[in-house]
């Protein structure tokens, strides 16, 4: 028999969380901490019919994967860079500079370190 808690919010989780709960022999176990009661409630569903928590795939689980298919050079040329030099446009060049000879020893898909990449 599997249960659900409530989670109260804390300073290190600001939101109120619900966590899956079973009993293995004398021990209390946690099948997951959940953000919302629907997907908890379907994690608990699964418990209690002897399966693994979750195998859908919740939300925060496909944005992981949209993350880990990300190169991180991609991810510096396209994202970060852009956002950063508009945030501190009188360094950008100099710190340009020091990224470029930092890496200059890593080879980056598509040559992103290349400064014509970068302005």
């Avoid at 600001?14 to 021990?27: A, I, L, N």
């Avoid at 994690?43 to 859908?56: F, M, N, Q, T, Y």
């Avoid at 040329?77 to 009188?90: F, S, V």
Wanted: charged share 25%; aromatic share 10%.
């Amino acid at each position: 028999m599997a249960w659900i808690a409530d989670v109260p919010p804390s300073p290190r989780h600001p939101k109120r969380r619900w966590q899956v709960r079973y009993q293995d022999g004398s021990h209390q176990r946690s099948a997951g901490t959940y953000l919302t009661r629907e997907v908890a409630e379907k994690a608990r569903k699964r418990v209690e019919r002897g399966l693994p928590p979750s195998s859908d795939g919740t939300a925060a689980d496909a944005a992981d994967a949209t993350k880990a298919l990300t190169l991180f050079g991609d991810y510096v040329t396209t994202t970060w860079w852009p956002t950063w030099r508009d945030q501190h446009p009188d360094s950008a060049h100099r710190d340009l500079e020091s990224l470029s000879r930092a890496t200059s020893s890593r080879t980056w898909p598509g040559s992103c370190l290349e400064a014509s990449n970068w302005e």
